[in-house]
Structures are given as C-alpha cells and as structure tokens.
C-alpha cells in the first residue's frame, strides 16, 4: 500500500482529518468522547483495510460466530463510521477559494499523488490492453457528462 499511498500523503490526510474532528469536540459538552478522538496512523491504516474489502461493516463488528475480533480490539463501529464521515483530505481554510476555481481542489493533490505513484509502479508490456469503460451513473456528482450515443447516457468525469 505504500507504493501508492505514501507517508505525507497519509500525514496530511490524518491532519485535516484531526482538524476536522477537533471543530466537532467543540460541539458537544462532553469534549472526550472516545469517537470524536483525534485519528492515529494505526488507526488510518485499519480505516483503509476496512473499507478496502468492500464488506459490511456490521458483518465486520459482529459478536455471534462469524466474528472479526481484530476490527473490534482497533476501533468500534461508532468510532468507524465518524471517521468515514469526516475523513477530510483538504486544508478547509482554503478550500472556498480553490473550489471557485476547481471543484475538484478538495481532492486534487492527493488525487495527482496517487496517479503519479501509480505510474511509477506500473509498466506497460508490449501484450498490455487499455480500454474504456463507461459505468452506469444515477447519482448526484458535478462531474457528470450526459453522454446521448452511449447505452448507459451518464458518465462520472
């Protein structure tokens, strides 16, 4: 995973996260609340396996027998789902500014790190095959392209 996520991109994704969940302690009278804590590179390692699997996160946290006992010794399943909430990637302070110019800055730099660390670990062979595939899309997302010739008319940009 290291080969596509690296450390400063992991740091600054814990950091805003952790800023993000301090502007949220403030809201409530209790300011320890264990799943408001701020996130920890163990943490943010377990956030990616779990989500990583693609399986459901009540099966995961289960205590009859099918039980994953590891996912519950890191975290709760509370505490989980606030980190997917507010799982941040993006300083918010400049974040008005830059999405006047593109709506993708939130994500941006992290986004161009990971392509530019996936293009340093993959080659092409003379056999390779590239090919485009256009995924059915219903959503609200404002990168849409209304596509009239295709089966499927919607397309995430």
């Excluded at 992991?10 to 996130?39: C, F, M, W």
Aim: charged share 30%; with cysteine; net charge negative.
């Amino acid at each position: 995973m290291e080969m596509y996520l690296t450390q400063d991109m992991a740091d600054e994704v814990i950091l805003h996260t952790n800023i993000k969940l301090r502007t949220l302690q403030g809201k409530y009278s209790r300011k320890n609340k264990p799943e408001l804590a701020d996130l920890d590179c163990v943490e943010f390692d377990a956030l990616l396996v779990f989500k990583s699997n693609h399986e459901d996160l009540q099966a995961l946290f289960a205590t009859d027998v099918t039980e994953w006992e590891i996912f519950r010794c890191i975290m709760s399943v509370k505490r989980l789902l606030i980190l997917l909430a507010y799982l941040r990637f993006d300083n918010p302070e400049d974040k008005e500014q830059l999405k006047e110019n593109d709506p993708s800055a939130a994500i941006l730099w992290i986004f161009n790190e990971l392509v530019k660390n996936s293009q340093l670990s993959y080659s092409f062979g003379e056999l390779a095959c590239n090919d485009k595939m256009l995924v059915d899309f219903r959503g609200h997302c404002r990168f849409r392209i209304y596509m009239q010739n295709k089966p499927s008319k919607f397309e995430s940009k």
